[in-house]
């Protein structure tokens, strides 16, 4: 099976090349093989062994495209999405303003013999879903197109995961969902019989109830859900909502909140004046819910992780390192969250493994507490996987094993019982919130480049390092000229 999994992602890939003479993306393929596959996985459930009614209106299927050649294809395809965007449900989300970007009809034509050759609901639920997520990171690796936002390393969500260590029959959110990549990890850990033994009302929660998410853009949410329907997860409505989840608290509350907002440290959106010139106007939200009003997208971010928490529900939020040290809006928030919530685990994540440059990052663990006169934090535990550690996104990637030290010292089975080592150490709540604006930037290990230089770490990752600070010198640099502004 896995052969014949490989075989087929190597011939998608192979037609991706000869489309990408034609000006389409990693990310505009994707998006084209979506519309298709979900088209061709639509009809074969209207075959034995399903023989369900289609989902689709008879004009607009899979069977429809087929009859057609040339110009009268590439027309009747175009009729197609701009019809199924209209749509309610799943169908909706994947088809909302879709459009064809291959415009020459014989390479459309060569792209549905492709799919059509092979039956996809007959293909085991993970080699479909390890199929889309191959070329979901062949997406992602496609820098120069930005994809790469949406897309979090997959063995740091794995460890999250891990450590989170979500139950059967709760509810699991990620409010910048991206292609679907926590609530797929999160989906693996529960039906691992390793984990647990689901039985068939259990399976059916995870099926149907268990993930809610929000995209804000239309083609990562689309590429989400259906990542999601490969998987075998979701019903008839879609989990994942298109829109700025930030605008509003929608009144739902979860037991799990695990997420990656975007990088980018103010929310904006793009105002067209009255001379016609395009500007981009920065986004506060005012919201009685948050403890600052703030343009910072990651500090809202945050504010609306606490919100989305049941009460002793647990989150894992990946964070820049602006979140943990920036005045104003950040110290009050930082204040609030250590009281209102148990500030638990603080993860320092190396450079050189997001897509997005310019950025150093963390994952923030903690739990939403019951209103108490008393700070529930009573101690941060941070582990330091970022000093004298580099990796790179293709000669030296992060991989699971490079995480099993901090997921074994996390001691997720009772937090009581952590030890500290040399990368794991415990700051109690008095003397964090006697630090300089409560500052969370905490580092204690000697960085050993600074010291010989016989330990410096290869060229290529120096010469990345270099270019991330230099990036994230001229993001701060950026926002303080708007501020200037």
Avoid at 109 to 123: A, C, P
Avoid at 132 to 155: C, H, M, V, W
Wanted: some cysteine; charged content about 25%.
């Amino acid at each position: 099976m896995a052969n014949e999994s490989s075989a087929i992602v190597q011939r998608l890939w192979n037609y991706c090349n000869v489309l990408r003479d034609d000006g389409v993306s990693y990310g505009d393929y994707v998006e084209q093989l979506t519309y298709l596959l979900f088209l061709k996985m639509a009809d074969e459930q209207t075959k034995p062994p399903f023989s369900k009614p289609s989902s689709i209106p008879g004009a607009l299927d899979w069977q429809s495209l087929l009859g057609k050649d040339g110009d009268a294809l590439e027309a009747h395809y175009r009729h197609i999405l701009e019809q199924l965007g209209k749509q309610s449900g799943m169908l909706g989300v994947i088809f909302r303003k879709s459009q064809n970007k291959i415009q020459d009809p014989a390479k459309l034509r060569r792209l549905l013999e492709l799919i059509n050759d092979e039956t996809w609901m007959g293909l085991d639920i993970d080699v479909k879903g390890d199929i889309y997520e191959g070329l979901l990171q062949k997406n992602a690796e496609d820098i120069k197109s930005g994809a790469g936002q949406y897309f979090t390393p997959r063995p740091l969500i794995q460890a999250m995961v891990a450590v989170v260590r979500p139950e059967p029959g709760k509810t699991i959110c990620d409010p910048a969902c991206g292609t679907g990549g926590f609530f797929l990890a999160a989906h693996d850990f529960l039906a691992d019989p390793k984990n647990y033994s689901l039985d068939k009302a259990q399976k059916q929660f995870l099926k149907t109830k268990t993930f809610q998410g929000w995209e804000i853009v239309d083609s990562a949410a689309r590429l989400c859900v259906m990542n999601l329907n490969l998987h075998g997860i979701g019903g008839e409505e879609s989990p994942i909502v298109v829109g700025d989840s930030l605008a509003a608290d929608p009144g739902d509350r979860f037991d799990y909140v695990m997420t990656n907002p975007p990088f980018g440290k103010k929310s904006s959106i793009t105002v067209v004046a009255e001379n016609g010139k395009a500007e981009k106007e920065t986004l506060t939200y005012e919201r009685n819910d948050f403890w600052a009003t703030t343009s910072n997208k990651q500090l809202n971010f945050l504010q609306h992780v606490k919100t989305l928490l049941k009460i002793n529900g647990r989150a894992a939020i990946v964070v820049p390192d602006n979140v943990l040290f920036e005045g104003g809006a950040g110290e009050t928030v930082r204040r609030e969250l250590l009281k209102q919530c148990d500030v638990h685990t603080l993860l320092r994540l190396p450079t050189g493994i997001f897509y997005a440059q310019g950025v150093k990052a963390n994952v923030l663990f903690f739990d939403r507490k019951p209103a108490s006169e008393t700070p529930w934090t009573q101690k941060l535990w941070i582990y330091d996987l970022r000093t004298n550690v580099h990796f790179t996104l293709k000669t030296n990637t992060l991989k699971l094993d490079d995480l099993q030290d901090f997921i074994k010292c996390y001691h997720a089975e009772n937090r009581l019982d952590r030890q500290e080592t040399e990368r794991f150490r415990a700051f109690d709540y008095a003397a964090l919130i006697q630090r300089d604006k409560i500052s969370l930037d905490i580092f204690w290990l000697r960085d050993d480049s600074l010291e010989d230089s016989e330990n410096l770490p290869d060229p290529d990752v120096l010469a990345r390092e270099i270019i991330e600070n230099l990036e994230g010198a001229l993001e701060q640099f950026s926002s303080v000229a708007e501020g200037i502004k």
